[in-house]
């Protein structure tokens, strides 16, 4: 089981997958033991519920959620943030997992 758990919400849980993609080889490269996964918003409560998720990163495409996202996870101390547009844009691993685990601490 990973350390961590960075689960990232899309539209439909496509457009983030090549970001996850970099994500996992900067965390593989930092020696780091996390699981990162995409998922579309609408499956967002069923992944919640199932895993232990530590972190939540909203696309910036779906940042109108936020508000909700914050009511589901009141109470729950998992963080959430919108990833940063232009990191996004940019397909920028690094600089996204180092969004995700600067959250965590």
Request: glycine residues 6%.
């Amino acid at each position: 089981m990973a350390e961590k758990t960075i689960m990232l919400c899309c539209a439909a849980g496509m457009s983030t997958s090549l970001l996850v993609s970099k994500m996992q080889a900067s965390a593989k490269e930092q020696g780091l033991d996390y699981e990162i996964f995409a998922t579309a918003a609408s499956d967002a409560d069923q992944q919640l519920a199932t895993k232990k998720i530590d972190v939540v990163l909203l696309g910036p495409q779906v940042r109108y959620l936020e508000a909700g996202f914050k009511n589901k996870l009141e109470g729950t101390n998992i963080p959430l943030a919108v990833i940063d547009m232009t990191a996004y844009g940019m397909m920028n691993g690094p600089k996204v997992l180092q969004q995700a685990i600067d959250l965590m601490k």
